[in-house]
């Protein structure tokens, strides 16, 4: 009888090869997927990452930011080096259609709308704002509409307000009521242009190539973790599910060499535009091709308070990892 993990992951394409059963699992390991959202309810429910600090699961897509958190504070999980969701801060800066806003300048003092404090998109653009822009993340009025899931404090010169209320952003920016917002998953009446809104920056694919140009990395979203114990009863399991995840991922790659794979009719075009624009794939795998990457996570991190003590990329995973 081999070890049976439960597992919660997203739904991505990276991530079919988990549930339609096309990967090759090794020997003493029977995997049973789940596929569970955070904010948004999937087929096996949401709120993933809680689930799993409640010990739900062996093994999730976990928060970056929160992740950190739970390190400094001695959550017992450990993380194995898979990102499996990327996000550039740059497309998800929107504002109203008519907005005269159109650069990172022009958010200073302005009221600007977040899920939470600490969600990795919202760490991602404070930091990118203060470190990449030089517009400090504390020139600007935050709003947040989702809870906290690990708590945090804050210095008096922070300025933050909880609204709530996520479902109405779209009509809170057409209103008035906030300037601008920076969510991973974009209002659905703004999404679908029930509510005019556009992108920040008028440019956007040309500004994240930028960016990446500068950076030399498309920055991490989540991360894979696991309950510690398990990997101290089983030590080579993060380094098995890290080929697992390796190997889904090269499954998926491979649905875009039909060029009508997708219900997008330039799929195959925009797949190769983007390898050109990247320079190959821009999903580097491994800690070592990460560890840039991190760093400049836990120094946002650091700078917004979220963390008190030193860390480094190393004390995230599992020791085993860490040559890959």
Not at 22 to 50: M, T, W, Y
Not at 82 to 108: K, Y
Not at 234 to 257: D, N, V
Request: hydrophobic fraction near 40%; proline fraction near 6%.
């Amino acid at each position: 009888m081999g070890e049976r993990l439960r597992m919660a992951i997203d739904r991505y394409d990276r991530h079919f090869p988990f549930f339609d059963h096309s990967l090759n699992l090794p020997s003493g390991i029977e995997l049973e997927c789940f596929q569970v959202g955070q904010s948004a309810k999937l087929r096996d429910g949401n709120g993933r990452h809680e689930e799993f600090l409640n010990g739900q699961y062996d093994v999730a897509e976990f928060s970056m930011s929160s992740y950190l958190m739970a390190k400094d504070q001695g959550y017992p999980i450990v993380g194995i080096p898979v990102f499996p969701r990327r996000l550039f801060s740059q497309s998800q800066m929107w504002v109203s259609a008519d907005s005269a806003m159109t650069s990172a300048s022009d958010l200073v003092g302005k009221r600007v709308a977040l899920s939470s404090f600490q969600t990795t998109l919202s760490l991602l653009a404070k930091g990118d704002l203060t470190f990449y822009y030089n517009v400090p993340w504390k020139s600007i009025q935050w709003k947040l509409t989702t809870a906290e899931k690990i708590p945090i404090e804050h210095g008096p010169d922070v300025n933050v307000e909880f609204i709530g209320d996520r479902d109405r952003l779209g009509q809170r920016l057409r209103d008035g009521e906030i300037d601008a917002f920076f969510l991973p998953h974009p209002p659905h009446d703004i999404m679908v242009g029930n509510i005019p809104a556009r992108r920040l920056f008028e440019n956007v694919e040309e500004e994240e190539a930028r960016y990446f140009r500068d950076r030399g990395y498309f920055p991490i979203m989540h991360v894979v973790v696991m309950q510690s114990d398990l990997a101290e009863r089983r030590p080579e399991l993060p380094m098995t599910m890290m080929a697992l995840f390796h190997q889904a991922f090269e499954i998926a790659e491979s649905y875009y060499e039909d060029p009508n794979w997708s219900m997008l009719a330039s799929a195959r075009h925009q797949w190769e535009t983007e390898r050109a624009r990247f320079g190959g794939s821009p999903w580097k795998q491994g800690f070592r091709a990460n560890r840039d990457n991190l760093e400049m996570m836990i120094r946002y991190a650091i700078d917004q308070g979220m963390i008190r003590g030193k860390l480094s990329p190393e004390d995230l995973f599992h020791e085993s990892t860490w040559e890959s």
